[in-house]
């Protein structure tokens, strides 16, 4: 049985002793604990001996293996998971998202659907999220069109690309075409995995292994490339979408994650894949499609599903799937809070207006999004109210009159404001009055309810409100 | 020097990859050469037992071809070319799969879900025409290789007693019925199927419309009387004491139907030990003395989830009459806490803490307090699409970590769940609407029939084929089949297999 979480006391053993704090930690102990529970790294200690980290890291690896593929700065990797549910300490191999194109489609089109998909974007607090992967399909099994394809979507994006056939021939065809850029070979099965582990060697590939429901061969195809010097391999267990064998599906995500981290399979400690596309065979009209993918595509992430390949690159399905991957995969103790500060928001000056919010980092995210979005000129005071939202904080009187006036002492917003109105949300309405006493030079006002309103806000208000601060 | 290789199959290739000049007019009649034997061969249909000739090196095309001519096509039936072995390297030994056999890693699960019963029928003291079944299970969810299913999720419908302010998409829906709950919650299950129905009494509300106990409890009745399937309600006029005048009102109106009832105000963030305010406790003395089911509220708080089901089963209220709601949020919200918290509870009741069996409610429904689901703004598509979206994947996330009941509003991401569930259940399709969820509602008229309405009809009647509509995929078609006879279907590889080149 593998361990389920490590222990740092063992940890602790092997670390230099000198609590000197260069690790960031106030001892040795607390670099202990965060590395286990995988805060930090073992790099940051300098005074260990190589032999000692070398134990370390030993005996920190997580059961599942850690793979990449792609090159430079758009190669991704996953994997590396060690518990079954985040509650024991958090999921790491955050699932990489791919949309597909084909080889029998026009160059046009294919050039057209391969900017789509790399610039399908949104910012979400100043985090901007793309498509990470890009699987090129050989539909006509021809390897000179499959080749050519590839080099098309090659010269078009630096997204790392997986090439999907059966067909060694074919994915021969563009792994020589991709040599060094280490894409993700798609698939190697029970008839053809000779000649595929002779293209990963040879081209220094990543491999997927599919054995729909056939896990004995999944671990088998495994077990083979990894003798054979091929670790980077991913797992895809077949992704069924019909009845009864979409809850095969289901089933054997947790059953090979489970063999995993706590039966300590090495045969089949790799990351899983799923591919929601299968969705598209369903259903016709490709709104239901779509939707039904994105159904799919949000059970897997829920399960920590390592990879995915989707058919529809529309921006309102990867949102909620990219949304609910960022929180799944968020280490829960990295939740921190926002540092209070007056933040400036698209270079503000001293006649800008100000307001203030919490320091929850959702409420911070979603407001300074909206100030980033609509290009608000203005300054943001941030108050420490214990990570909570700004309503919580009202009544648990973290948001308060007293905190606010500190904060506004502590980063001396008198001396960078010329003007003195103070915007304030909505919800924190109950706070007026003893806020209005607390700053005696200061004019109050509430804001909008919600932060997407604070731009027509101020341009009906703002200049408003200066005039008749100056008449005053 | 050079030289050339007869690649055997099987063996590995060497690597030669001239690309101009003099090695790339070798290879490329290589190539010419590979392509003329795989034509004998197939003429022949002799095995040549050379896949394809690789070279090493480079080498004068006069030599290449000599060595080349040298490996002739044998004769039918001639052994293997004598030749292969002066030209070819000694053939390396095939390389071996490794033999593997998973032994599913099952664990034993001292513990299981209490069995939930929503509403009540006339023999049972009540006037619902049916009642619904959830919880139960001794897995983790979907975990088939440790155990079966034993329920399928149940969705409610949530009907408002006042305009919560519904976005467009909601408004084509229910913008007939808003004024009136009772006709909502009818269409709701006349025109939607619902099979469960929520009334949100946000309109008690002392700091909103502040409407009394009693207004709400006519409410109530009005709904109960327009509707014949298992109601719940939700209490949330952010005043404790309200709260539990809205609740005694409600309990007592419904005497013996068994209304599940969610109060969020009565209890306020709380842990194990915390002694509970008098409300709280009044609030299950009520549900226990009108027979109703509690839920016990706590956002994202699992200890206190428990604590609060511990004090609810020390006043002898069985965890047949209790629900546990984690307190669900649109993903991006912290949907991830709240994954956490029913991890945590799945957990704990398999262990066999009966403080975490009571089964779990979830309300995906809330997607809906979060912008994405409505705001217009292009650079985020279509927000009708985005309402559905953002819905399903919460629902998405709620039942991947183990809800038995989810509270929904928008019929798109309703139907869809329902369409999910009939999958991963395998629900045998019994009434017209079922078979709609996996039609293409089209009307086309091309099977046959005046509308898809018709042909479901005549499905279900065993009297027209699914093939028949020809607005259907295959795998859909395959789909619908099964749906109507369920009797041993097993997944089949062949599902998938042409994914790649089919999509
Ligand atoms: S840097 Fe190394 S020696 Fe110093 S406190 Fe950190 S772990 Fe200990
Ligand atoms: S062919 Fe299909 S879509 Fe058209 S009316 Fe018949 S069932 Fe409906």
Redesign the interface.
Same mark, same amino acid.
Not at chain 1, 212 to 216: A, F, K, T, Y
């Given at each position: 049985m593998a361990e389920k979480v490590k222990s740092p006391a063992e940890v602790m053993k092997l670390l230099p002793q000198e609590d000197c704090g260069e690790c960031g930690c106030d001892s040795c102990f607390e670099f202990a604990l965060k590395l286990v529970e995988r805060t930090t790294t073992v790099d940051k200690c300098p005074k260990l001996k190589k032999s000692a980290l070398k134990k370390i890291k030993n005996m920190l690896a997580p059961p599942m293996a850690e793979i990449s593929f792609g090159s430079g700065d758009k190669m991704v990797t996953t994997g590396g998971e060690e518990v079954m549910?985040?509650?024991e300490l958090a999921f790491f191999g955050k699932t990489i998202i791919a949309y597909?194109v084909?080889d029998t489609m026009s160059e046009e089109r294919l050039v057209e659907r391969v900017n789509d998909i790399a610039s399908m974007s949104?910012v979400?607090f100043k985090v901007q999220y793309n498509v990470d992967a890009i699987a090129i399909?050989?539909?006509s099994?021809d390897p000179t069109k499959f080749k050519n394809t590839v080099k098309k979507v090659a010269d078009t994006t630096d997204l790392p690309i997986i090439l999907?056939?059966?067909d060694p021939k074919v994915l021969k065809a563009g792994a020589?075409v991709l040599k060094g850029k280490k894409p993700l070979l798609?698939a190697a099965t029970k008839d053809n995995?000779?000649k595929v582990?002779?293209i990963a060697k040879?081209y220094e590939t990543a491999v997927a292994i599919f054995s729909?429901?056939?896990?004995?061969m999944?671990?088998?195809?495994a077990?083979?490339f990894a003798?054979?010097g091929i670790n980077d391999l991913i797992l895809d267990p077949?992704?069924?979408?019909?009845?009864?064998? !979409?809850? /095969?599906t289901?089933?054997?995500i947790? *059953?090979l994650r489970?063999?995993c981290v706590?039966?300590g399979?090495k045969?089949?400690s790799y990351p899983v894949m799923t591919?929601p596309?299968?969705a598209?065979?369903?259903?016709?009209?490709k709104?239901m499609a779509?939707?039904?993918e994105?159904?799919?595509a949000?059970?897997f992430?829920?399960?920590g599903v390592n990879l995915m390949i989707l058919?529809f690159p529309? !921006?309102? /399905?990867f949102?909620?799937?990219v949304? *609910?991957r960022?929180?799944?995969f968020?280490h829960?103790k990295l939740e921190s809070a926002i540092d209070p500060d007056l933040y400036a928001f698209n270079d503000p000056d001293e006649m800008s207006p100000l307001m203030v919010t919490s320091n929850y980092t959702?409420t911070y995210g979603i407001v300074s999004g909206d100030l980033d979005r609509y290009r608000v000129k203005c300054w943001m005071l941030v108050i420490d109210t214990n990570a909570l939202s700004v309503d919580t904080a009202v009544g648990s009187g973290d948001f308060c009159a007293d905190n606010i006036v500190e904060h506004m002492e502590e980063f001396d917003v008198e001396s960078k404001i010329k003007h003195r109105i103070l915007i304030i949300p909505r919800v924190a309405a109950e706070i007026l009055p003893e806020l209005r006493e607390a700053l005696p030079d200061w004019k109050v006002v509430l804001g909008p309810k919600?932060s997407?309103e604070i731009a027509t806000f101020l341009t009906e208000e703002w200049e408003k409100l200066l005039a008749e601060e100056g008449a005053a | 020097m050079v030289k050339v290789k007869l690649k055997k199959k099987g063996e590995e290739e060497a690597q030669a990859t001239p690309s101009s000049g003099e090695g790339k007019e070798i290879l490329d009649m290589i190539a010419g050469l590979n392509r003329l034997m795989k034509k004998v061969e197939s003429i022949r249909g002799i095995d040549l037992e050379f896949d394809e000739i690789i070279l090493e090196g480079v080498m004068p095309p006069y030599e290449l071809l000599s060595k080349l001519l040298s490996a002739a096509p044998p004769a039918v039936g001639a052994p293997a070319p004598a030749a292969a072995a002066e030209v070819a390297e000694a053939p390396k030994p095939a390389i071996k799969l490794e033999e593997f056999k998973l032994t599913p890693p099952i664990e034993t699960h001292p513990g299981a879900f209490a069995e939930v019963v929503l509403g009540a029928t006339r023999d049972e003291g009540g006037t619902r025409a049916f009642t619904l079944k959830i919880g139960g299970n001794n897995t983790p969810p979907y975990y088939r290789f440790e155990g079966g299913l034993p329920h399928r999720p149940v969705i409610a419908h949530i009907v408002f007693d006042e305009d919560p302010g519904l976005s467009k998409l909601l408004r084509e829906q229910y913008g007939d019925v808003v004024e009136d709950p009772a006709a909502w919650a009818k269409k709701l299950v006349d025109v939607y199927g619902a099979k469960a129905i929520t009334l949100d009494l946000n309109s008690t509300d002392p700091k909103g419309t502040n409407r009394s106990a009693e207004e709400a409890a006519q409410t109530l009745r009005e709904v109960l009387d327009a509707v014949d399937v298992p109601v719940g309600i939700v209490v949330r006029s952010g005043n404790m004491a309200k709260d539990v005048e809205v609740v005694e009102a409600c309990a007592k109106e419904a005497k013996g139907e068994n209304l599940f009832i969610t109060s969020t105000s009565l209890v306020l963030p709380t842990w194990v030990g915390v002694e509970l305010d008098d409300e709280v406790l009044q609030y299950y003395d009520i549900a226990k003395e009108y027979g109703h089911t509690i839920v016990s509220y706590q956002p994202m708080n699992a200890q206190g989830l428990a604590w609060l089901n511990k004090t609810a089963i020390n006043k002898e209220i069985p965890t047949s009459k209790i629900m546990t709601d984690p307190g669900m949020v649109g993903v991006g919200y912290g949907t991830e806490l709240v994954v956490t918290t029913m991890d945590t509870v799945v957990n704990k009741a398999l262990i066999g803490d009966e403080n975490f069996q009571p089964p779990i409610i979830a309300a995906p429904c809330n997607a809906w307090l979060n912008r994405e689901a409505w705001n217009k703004f292009e650079e985020w598509g279509s927000e009708i699409e985005r309402g559905t979206s953002f819905e399903c994947a919460t629902a998405a996330a709620a039942l991947a970590s183990g809800a038995h009941m989810l509270v929904m509003l928008n019929q798109r991401a309703i139907e869809m769940t329902e369409a999910l569930l009939d999958k991963i259940y395998l629900t045998k399709l019994t009434d017209t609407r079922s078979v709609m969820r996996h039609l293409p509602k089209n009307d086309c008229k091309k099977c046959g029939y005046n509308t898809c309405q018709e042909m479901a009809e005549a499905l279900l009647k065993g009297e027209a084929e699914v093939e028949k509509c020809e607005q259907m995929t295959p795998a859909g078609i395959r789909t619908l089949k099964r749906l109507l006879n369920p009797e041993g279907v097993k997944p089949d590889p062949a599902e998938i297999a042409n994914w790649v080149v089919e999509v």
């Open positions: 549910h985040r509650e597909d084909w949104f979400r399909r050989s539909v099994g999907c056939s059966l020589k798609y995995w000779e582990l002779e040879e729909p429901l056939d896990l004995d999944l671990g088998s195809i077990a083979t003798r054979e077949g992704t069924f979408c019909e009845p009864d064998s !979409i809850t /095969e289901l089933s054997n947790s *059953l489970r063999a706590k039966a399979v045969e089949v591919v596309a299968v598209s065979m369903s259903f016709k009209n709104k779509a939707h039904y994105n159904y799919l949000n059970l992430v829920t399960k058919h529309e !921006i309102w /399905e949102m909620p799937v949304y *609910l960022e929180g799944i968020k829960p959702l919600d997407s | -």
